[in-house]
């Protein structure tokens, strides 16, 4: 036995248990904040933006709304920042505000199986946490929910014991959405409902290929039905630190960018730098609106499978696999209770543990069709392509869009997009490692992409037979963009802050496929225009002795000088003509 140092009490079974209780959800992740992605200043404005413009397209596209979206970064001091969400959605109903902000692990889409951006319920308000945490103040919406009708000013903390909203201010008000006019400047355009979040949080913004302006920039890629007004207003040096640059090349300004010098912000002290920026939108339509499905039974672990059996409305053992899971008749229930040797006429609920075990098992051995794959909403090759065009100056574009496959019996799509320019001519240079874009049910991943599986699968492909040099275990180099997307009724993250995905067997092999379809068209078009280069070389070098060709053969014809000329013109015909046939 060891010996307890000096004047130490023993600890009796009796006083470590009046040391217990209950720890809240909020309470784990304030303490755990890294886990949501808010490990440093610079990452927390990142994710507090990135959380808030995912809720505003979620809900802009389930009310079947072209979203207009406004993000507004205001620097109230040194290392202190205002920032504001204002879209056009449906709005949220007074009741529900409180909840959706200020109570972490709730929401509408973690228990439908449905392509979404948000999964968990704890973003928004985890960034609500984080602002109250640093800055001791509270999280400020505005929503409106039709025209005509008043809006609701409201103001929540979260009481982190608990995990519960505290309302300090809820009142009604004259608020209605606007937004920047990008083809009238100065002038603001309003909107007959919509949702404004506002937090304060302790943050820093830098520029770069991590930052806030790169992550709406790739919004505006994988969403080309968005419209995205953006603006950052920085204190002048005197008054506070003036972010800069880290080192990192700032990101490309986009083809499609118009700037505006004035828009739907509040009154205050005027900024150093006022303007909006806005990224068009490029498609006119939403994307197919994805239904939700039942789970399929491969894809659920045992432990579930008895929960199933126990909460199920089904009255009989035969109709609850085809009451609770997709892709499972009747007739197909009735082949697996009798391959488990179980009554199919006996109840769910009273199913010992060893027989609902055996009954496990038997569906797991059963061939099934795939899950329905009409709740995937994939961006779809045409899209991919405006994306790029409207973001991307290059002289090649492709995409592919892959078939859809299943792991652990959840749907998933990838998708692949490519583009190409000439050395010189774009932003990157031509020997730097291609631009890896990452998403996930559209959303840009800009963290952790060493642990990502897309960025596994670009690494994985032999870059070299596509025409594009690759040091041993690295990125290809070229002046290319490549864009990897998937989409899935769960993304399998790695953590909770959502930033790298999985490396499932499945997932990897679509991604290599997809990604190898991109090369083969890459490498199509690298040797066209070598093949093309190389004409041209060959035609200047033509065009170089023409006129001494021109002159030898006067001098062997005995040519005039009048049918010197008509030679000479008609062999530069001949060569433009072998220039087109090429």
Known sequence: MGKLAKGAAAATAESMAQQQREISVSEFFLKNRHLLGFDSPRRALLTAVKEAVDNSLDACEEAGVLPEIAVEIRQVAAQRFRVEVTDNGPGIVRAQIPKIFAKLLYGSKFHRLRMSRGQQGIGISAAGMYGQLTTGRSTEIRSRTARGRTAHAIEVQIDTRAN??????????????????????????????????????????????????????????????????YRVLLMPKEHGKEPGDNGEPAASASTSTEVTTAGGGEGGAEPMDAAWQTFRRALQELPRPPAEILPHPHGVELGMWIQILKDTTARTLRSAPATEFSRVSDRTALDICRRAGLDPAARPSRIAHREAETLYRAIGSTRLMRPPMDCLSPIGESALLAGLRKEVTAEFYTAVSREPAVYR??????????????????????????????????????????????????????????????????????????????????????????????????????????????????????????????????????????????????????????????????????????????
């Open 164 to 229: 519960r909203p505290v309302i300090l201010k809820d009142e009604e008000c004259d608020w209605r959405p606007s937004f920047s006019d990008p083809d009238r400047p100065g002038q603001a355009v309003p909107a007959g409902h919509g949702t404004r979040v506002a937090i304060e949080l302790e943050a820093a913004y830098v520029r770069g290929r991590l930052s806030v302006d790169e992550f709406l920039r790739q919004c505006a890629v994988a969403n080309p039905q968005l419209q995205l007004h």
């Open 409 to 582: 019996g959840n749907p998933f799509l990838i998708e692949a997009g490519l583009a190409c320019w000439r050395p010189g001519e774009g932003a990157e240079a031509a020997d730097e490692p291609v631009r890896v874009l990452r998403f996930a049910n559209r959303v840009p991943l800009l963290y952790q992409a060493g642990a990502c599986a897309l960025t596994k699968a670009v690494l994985g492909v032999n870059w070299k037979t596509y025409g594009l040099a690759q040091p041993k275990g690295a990125l290809p180099v070229g002046p290319v963009v490549l864009l990897l997307h998937i989409a899935s009724v769960w993304v399998p993250f790695t953590s909770e802050s959502k930033d790298a995905v999985a490396a499932y067997p499945e997932i990897l092999r679509e991604a290599t496929f997809a990604l190898q379809e991109c090369g083969r068209r890459l490498a199509v078009f690298l040797r066209r225009r070598r093949r093309e280069a190389e004409a041209q070389r060959k035609r200047e070098y033509i065009q170089t002795y023409l006129p001494h060709l021109t002159l030898g053969l006067r001098q062997i014809l005995d040519l005039s000088d009048r049918a010197e000329a008509d030679l000479r013109r008609r062999l530069e015909r001949m060569l433009e003509r072998t220039h087109l046939e090429a």
